[in-house]
């Protein structure tokens, strides 16, 4: 533990930066326009509500890795066993590639809009290789790297945020119904997409805890932001296409420095960490290499696959990791378990498939709250039962 410690590379700031700039994606405004059938006040009000939810769990597994000095999957492993950690690693390689096509097509869509002479697979293939030099960088170097790529887009934000939330009439709201829970549970299901990539950056963490808080406020805060432009492109701007309001705003230049910078700050950790839970799955893999590999692959999905469409992807990996996330942070908050030697553990393997079942029966749920809360609450309290009934059994 004392010589990972002082190899951690990561200052509090640098990692509040960095996921700040992870925040802040084209797929987070998307998102937001989903939300105009609320309206404007309880629109927000349903985005406020469901990060709330899902950056406590993102902050308690980033502390999770924090502590121990482990990747995300490290994590699994010391609640599910070694088969555990390599089955949800595989799982996450494959949400993240999935998730590299869907970013990068998304991107490349939208500044193919403000430059359409390069098309969307010109687009495309300059920001592959943009984040194909991020992922080269190394964990240091691309920290100082994101950090100012943070700054600018923060600044670019602003000013986007002027041409969203400019003078003008709300528009008609959408008719098609949203109930306030279901809101809520799009809302959550965002940061909870991070599960499963928080750990392998909140684990250079200089310090833990304050590490882990600074990654989850930065994260929760851009989220948010990012959700409220959604909205406002749909209810104030009369659009869902955030580069539609750009190029009608005048902001050519602008436009199409966040929508690259924006896609490559946020993308690259997804395929970063493709390349980090491959190496779980066979540890003679190398991290980087794997991880210029997934980019590659996901610039090829984003060219020739069909893969705009994402909210039932997000839903798919709530179902994955939340029950993941939960597990873990009983064991390690609560219980104080760790199986890292086992090769797998029943108990939690058992758990976790009964909470993936119970997460996507959930989703027919209409609760203010959403679902992700009482998913959470129930796998939590039947851990912590199963643990009693154990114990009891011993004596």
């Excluded at 691309?142 to 943070?150: I, W």
């Excluded at 829970?181 to 299901?189: F, R, T």
């Excluded at 599960?195 to 600074?214: F, M, N, Q, W």
């Excluded at 005048?250 to 993308?267: D, E, F, H, K």
Aim: hydrophobic share 55%; glycine share 10%.
């Amino acid at each position: 533990m004392g010589d990972r410690d002082n190899q951690r590379v990561m200052s509090t700031p640098t990692l509040g930066l960095v996921w700040f700039g992870a925040s802040v994606s084209l797929a987070e405004i998307l998102t937001g326009t989903f939300f105009a059938p609320l309206g404007f006040e309880m629109g927000l009000l349903a985005i406020l509500v469901g990060h709330i939810i899902g950056c406590v769990l993102f902050g308690f597994v980033a502390y999770v890795s924090a502590r121990a000095g482990v990747s995300a999957m490290g994590a699994a492993r010391r609640s599910f066993g070694a088969a555990g950690e390599k089955f949800f690693s595989v799982a996450n390689v494959v949400q993240l590639v999935g998730w590299t096509a869907i970013m990068v097509v998304s991107g490349a869509s939208a500044a193919s809009l403000l430059v359409p002479q390069l098309g969307i697979a010109g687009w495309s293939i300059v920001i592959g290789a943009l984040i194909v030099v991020w992922i080269a960088l190394g964990m240091k170097r691309m920290g100082y790297v994101q950090s100012v790529a943070a700054v600018l887009l923060f600044a670019l934000t602003v000013v986007a945020s002027s041409a969203v939330f400019g003078p003008g009439d709300v528009a008609a709201q959408p008719e098609e119904a949203l109930s306030f829970g279901a809101a809520v549970e799009l809302a959550v299901a965002m940061p909870l997409s991070w599960l499963p990539v928080v750990g392998d950056y909140a684990r250079e963490a200089k310090h833990p805890l304050t590490g882990s808080l600074a990654s989850t406020i930065a994260y929760c805060v851009g989220s948010c932001w990012m959700f409220a432009m959604g909205l406002g492109c749909a209810l104030f701007a009369g659009s869902d296409d955030i580069a539609l309001v750009l190029s009608q705003s005048g902001l050519g230049v602008v436009g199409i420095l966040i929508v690259v910078l924006s896609t490559v700050t946020t993308t690259f950790l997804d395929a970063q960490s493709a390349g980090i839970s491959a190496t779980s799955v066979w540890g003679k893999l190398d991290a980087r290499l794997c991880g210029i590999f997934a980019t590659i692959i996901g610039v090829i999905l984003a060219i020739f696959a069909p893969v705009s469409d994402f909210e039932e992807f997000l839903y798919l990996i709530g179902s994955i990791f939340a029950p993941m996330a939960a597990i873990v942070i009983a064991d390690n908050f609560a219980l104080k378990r760790n199986n890292d030697a086992k090769g797998i553990d029943i108990r939690n393997a058992v758990l976790w498939v009964l909470g993936f079942a119970l997460y996507r029966v959930s989703l027919g749920w209409d609760i203010p709250c959403g679902n992700t809360l009482p998913v959470i609450a129930i796998i939590v309290i039947a851990a912590l039962a199963a643990d009693a009934a154990a114990r009891a059994l011993q004596r």
